[in-house]
């Protein structure tokens, strides 16, 4: 767009192949760019022809999106299927401009059918062109004059077009890539697929003048056609759906009914003054922004969730309104809570809300197909999103096209592609390699992948975010289905619809929910105890003081490395705190230089201060540090003189004032007023500095809240009942940081004893049995964890084990399964209960088929105990190390009962000099140690300057190391690829957070067996 501005134009058409996904990123570029925008889209027909189809008004605009829905709706997914029939009832408000076939033997039939459709007419301004295009190739002029004279003699103008595929010459080559990744071909093998002169780019008017000369009408025509293709965007108008539950209603009024009669069972004493004031506040300005049915919408899919027993919570800004909370949409109050309704909605910005409600992630699927159900496909979809190039990407596929080898773009996207932008870090990585890097086609693979970082690659799906419309979606926005059956999406994605003012709802998925309901459901089974996140204890001492310890492994939100390093240092004693704690470990708090200032206030290592009462009665609750974005917008407000709107506009300048330089008016704004407040320039600078360094990473106060509830009750749960939570986490799997090993690793260190899976007492999911120190329950392994067995497999062994097994004959004869299921059994030693470890079980399964022979199928019919078909000797098989039955249960469930890798290799570590992680809290501060463990993640979080952060595993337990950038360089490969890493380094001890300061790593991989089972869960 910035191209064509520069080079004179006034208006442009831009079109997509069969969509229009791209067309409001368009429409954005073209309004600052300031030039006109002719939306449309380029339509591929079934018998080969193609036309451009640009909608001459609203109308056309419906109808052009109602083309693209039928189009690829119609077919399997990824395939567009459109005949000439289907563009009647469209066609009376489309511009079409014919684009000639290569073979012109096929154009009068081409042309006939354009003409045929309805819209040009005796009397009416022409409506149907045919293009004519410089395509560089022989005979070029004599083309163009046979098209100009045919479309003479049939009546139809003529119009020059560009045909432009990109903007700058110098893209050339890399359209000839782009091409080739689209072909599934490399660069060498296009052929002519590729357009050998590099002449598609945009050209100047006066260049396209010069090359067009002999064909003035069809120049004249294009400024004739950019006036009569009146459409904007803009023109677009979004109608939300109506709800309303009685008959003469409106929205306005049920929304306010439905909070009444709410109000006594969020409030049984009486609802307090400020609530009912707040209340009456937020549904005036609900009211006159028309947002209810909006309210309405989110609170019917909510009630209808919770009538489905699914757990379900809003968060985010919602949780700032009172409406959400006494409907039950929300869980935090924010009235007692202090938090600004504004920062959810503002009169001033007149944005549409955005209500975020996290569902259990295995079951929010029925809410989907429930609201397709209930509105209809034709007014319901979810959004796209937009998947774009990343270097590892990039990477791959620029190298397969130029012919690289599959090893050698393996390399480059694991070991190069985090350097990608930075060209000389790039060298020196693949000098490390070993690289040739005067290989042309090695070069060209860096510089084109550089290009092509950001590309859109495909369209996507939103996890939850629906539209929902009174009228017919497909009038103002294509849809298209999905791989996954029963789902449908718009083409735009949701920054797209925020720049129209359509309004999403969010039905999200939290797989923590879904954690905690099946947690209350062992409760109420197991113990007989009815909970749910409403009845959960509140500050619970002891709950707090596990927190304190960071002993919260497979919690939600506070169980990541950063978390638990930070936790001992908080030391959470209340609710508040909690949420500090979920808030504070975020890139806006410690990139605006708020996180050691809060923590040293603290732990009373500094004075708090504040400049006024007004300050304080806004910041004191987090020892005077903004923390929080509703915190950041109250200082704008009453220390600066800003509107509650403007104090939104001013967070949402700092998310993006980087590129597009919009905060320095708020900064002069804000600045000047805390001066004429009488606030001291250096605080006025500090306090600007801090809100900018957070404007988009910072949490709403209500969101970590939201958070923190759930933190808390996980928590609480893991803490009271860690075998009610270690089952529901392993039952919840996969999810969060860490792997089923892990958790039952922890489980053990908290005295749960967790039992194997046994074909005679395993359920699907695991479950929990009556303990041996009766204190906790046993969790009993389920058949969820034996690798590739399947569901109903699982089903079937289940519902025919009435009596018990009594060998592996009577499960094949009984439960019906094939074979494969029986050796996925055996390797993971389920068959132990009759007397039959793993090799044994292999070896008898072995004389097994997947049905019994017909005559002693049919001898054994009436009798109790069929006979073996086959009777072997007895044979003794030996007896498989402990070192090596470890390893197999990874290979087949992951986690092992029996023992820990590392712990056979101890003995040789130990004449190393290598300590134990376990060991680590009675060792003295600055002490240089080594280390040796399994690699269970790695991190590099874009707040800690390249700084990369490992967490590794022994027998005794885990050890957090800290990698700087230059041992990152220095030892690259083996921080990357081992599976068992020993590390130097130096011991740090700060209170109860202990590190390891790394100064040297070794590659020990080779002393695991079955090293490549155990994967570390890198950069999540």
Same mark, same amino acid.
């Given at each position: ?43 591929? @027909? ?23 829905? @039928? ?72 083309? @163009? ?8 003699? $049939?009546?139809? =103008? ?34 002519? #697929? ?62 306010? #009914? ?60 919602? =949780? ?20 600004? %309704?504004?920062?959810? +909605? ?16 295995? #079951? ?6 429930? +609201? ?44 190069? =592609? ?6 000389? @870090? ?31 690659? $495909? ?154 009462? *007004? ?33 939104? $506009? ?32 250096? %605080?006025?600078? $500090? ?177 109790? %105990? ?8 007895? +044979? ?7 070192? =090596? ?7 087949? *469930? ?11 290799? #101890? ?114």
């Amino acid at each position: 767009m910035f191209q064509a501005k520069a080079l004179g134009y006034g208006a442009i058409g831009l079109t997509d192949w069969n969509s229009v996904a791209g067309v409001i990123r368009a429409h954005l570029a073209a309004r600052e760019a300031g030039l006109r925008l002719l939306p449309g889209c380029r339509l591929t @027909l079934r018998d080969g022809s193609a036309l451009l189809a640009y909608p001459r008004n609203r109308a056309g605009w419906a109808g052009l999106c109602q083309l693209l829905t @039928l189009g690829h709706h119609r077919s399997e997914r990824d395939v567009f299927l459109l005949g000439w029939e289907d563009l009647v009832a469209a066609a009376p408000d489309l511009l079409m401009i014919l684009l000639p076939p290569e073979d012109l033997v096929e154009l009068p039939g081409h042309v006939e059918s354009l003409l045929d459709l309805p819209g040009q007419r005796a009397g009416e301004e022409e409506s149907r062109f045919l293009a004519l295009t410089m395509l560089r190739q022989p005979g070029d002029l004599a083309r @163009l004059h046979a098209l100009s004279a045919f479309s003479a003699a $049939q009546g139809l =103008a003529c119009v020059a077009t560009g045909d432009v595929l990109y903007h700058d010459a110098r893209r050339h080559i890399l359209q000839d890539v782009v091409t080739a990744i689209r072909e599934g071909c490399t660069v060498d093998n296009l052929g002519n #697929r590729r357009h050998v002169h590099a002449d598609r780019h945009l050209k100047a008017p006066e260049e396209q003048a010069r090359l067009f000369a002999a064909f003035p009408d069809a120049l004249a025509n294009t400024r004739r056609i950019a006036e009569a293709c009146a459409f904007s965007l803009d023109d677009l108008t979004y109608q939300y759906p109506t709800e309303t539950e009685r008959t003469g209603e409106s929205a306005q009024d049920t929304l306010t #009914r439905l909070v009444q009669t709410a109000l006594p069972r969020r409030y049984p004493a009486g609802a307090p003054p400020d609530v009912e004031t707040q209340i009456a506040h937020e549904l005036r300005l609900i009211g006159s922004l028309a947002y209810a049915p909006y309210f309405l919408t989110v609170n019917t899919i909510v009630r209808h969730a919770r009538s489905l027993g699914i757990v379900c919570q809003g968060r985010g800004s919602a =949780a700032n309104s009172a409406v959400c909370y006494v409907l039950g949409i929300t869980s935090i109050d924010p009235v007692r809570s202090g938090l600004l %309704f504004e920062r959810f +909605i503002s009169a001033e910005r007149q944005e549409p809300p955005d209500i975020d409600v996290d569902f259990e992630s295995d #079951r929010r699927e029925e809410v989907i197909q429930w +609201i397709y159900r209930h509105y209809g496909r034709h007014r319901a979809a979810l959004c796209a999103t937009v998947q774009r190039y990343q270097p590892k990407g990039a990477l791959r596929e620029v190298g397969k096209v130029l012919g690289l080898p599959e090893d050698l773009t393996g390399q480059l996207s694991k070991h190069i =592609a985090s350097s990608l932008a930075d060209p000389d @870090l790039c060298k020196a990585r693949a000098a490390d390699l070993g690289l040739n890097l005067k290989d042309r086609r090695l070069s060209l693979t860096f510089h084109l992948a550089r290009l092509l970082l950001g590309f859109p690659r $495909q369209l996507g799906t939103h996890p939850g975010g629906f539209v929902l419309t009174e009228d017919r979606l497909n009038e103002l926005v294509p849809l298209m289905p999905t791989a996954m059956d029963g789902r449908q999406i718009i083409v735009w994605d949701k920054d797209d619809i925020d720049v129209l003012r359509f309004m999403k709802v969010d039905v999200l998925g939290l797989g923590m929910l879904g954690c905690l309901r099946r947690g209350f459901e062992l409760l109420h089974t197991v113990y007989q105890t009815r909970m749910d996140l409403a009845a959960i204890p509140a500050e619970d001492p002891q709950t707090y003081r596990m927190i304190q310890k960071a002993d919260t492994l497979g919690t939600f939100q506070i169980e990541s490395r950063a978390q638990m390093s930070m936790l001992p240092r908080m030391k959470p004693r209340t609710f508040y705190d909690l949420v500090i704690q979920v808030a504070i470990v975020r890139p806006g708090p410690i990139q605006g230089d708020m996180v050691h200032p809060y923590l040293r206030r603290r732990e009373k290592l500094e004075p708090v201060t504040y400049p006024s009462e *007004t300050l304080r009665g806004i910041l004191g609750k987090t020892l005077g540090v903004p923390l929080f974005q509703e915190q950041a917008m109250q200082v704008a407000i009453h220390c600066a003189g800003f509107t509650p709107g403007e104090a939104d $506009q001013l967070r949402r300048a700092m998310a993006t004032f980087k590129m597009t330089g919009g905060v320095s008016p708020f900064r002069d704004k804000l600045v000047n007023g805390m001066l004429a407040n009488g606030y001291e320039q250096e %605080f006025a600078e $500090q306090t600007f500095a801090q809100l900018e360094g957070f404007g988009s990473y910072g949490f709403p106060e209500s969101h970590a809240a939201s958070f923190a509830l759930i933190a808390y009750a996980s928590a609480w749960m893991k803490c009271h009942y860690p075998d009610v939570f270690c089952a529901a986490l392993l039952n919840s799997q996969p999810m969060g940081f860490y792997a089923p090993s892990q958790i039952v690793q922890d489980a053990q260190r908290h005295g749960v004893e967790v039992r194997p899976i046994c074909v005679n007492a395993s359920r699907w999911d695991c479950t929990l049995e009556r303990g041996r120190n009766g204190w906790h329950a046993a969790v009993r392994l389920g058949f969820r964890m034996v690798k590739g067995l399947a569901n109903g497999h699982g089903a079937a062994l289940i519902a025919a084990r009435m009596p018990d097994y009594e060998s592996i004959d009577d499960v094949w004869r009984r439960a019906d399964v094939p074979v494969s299921a029986l050796e996925c059994l055996a390797e993971a030693d389920a068959f132990r209960v009759f007397g039959q470890m793993r090799r044994a079980a292999l070896w008898s399964i072995k004389g097994l088929a997947d049905t019994a022979l017909p005559l002693f199928e049919a001898a054994d019919r009436g009798r109790n %105990f069929p006979l073996p078909e086959v009777i072997e000797p007895e +044979i003794t098989l030996p007896l498989m190390s402990e070192r =090596a039955s470890v390893h197999e249960d990874y290979r087949a *469930t992951g986690l092992s009962l029996d023992g820990h890798p590392v712990a056979f290799l #101890r003995e040789g570590l130990w004449e190393e000099g290598i300590v134990r992680c376990g060991d680590l809290p009675y060792l003295r501060d600055g002490r240089r140690i080594q280390l040796t463990g399994l690699v269970l993640m790695r991190q590099r979080p874009g707040t800690a300057n390249g700084t990369m952060f490992v967490t590794i595993e022994d027998e005794t337990g885990t050890a957090n190391l800290i990698v700087w950038k230059d041992v990152q360089e220095k030892y690259r490969r083996p921080l990357l690829a081992s599976r068992l890493l020993a590390c130097q380094g130096r011991l740090q001890k700060e209170g109860d957070v202990i590190h390891v300061v790394v100064l040297s790593l070794e590659d020990r991989t080779l002393l695991l067996q079955g090293s490549e089972l155990l994967k570390a869960r890198d950069f999540r």
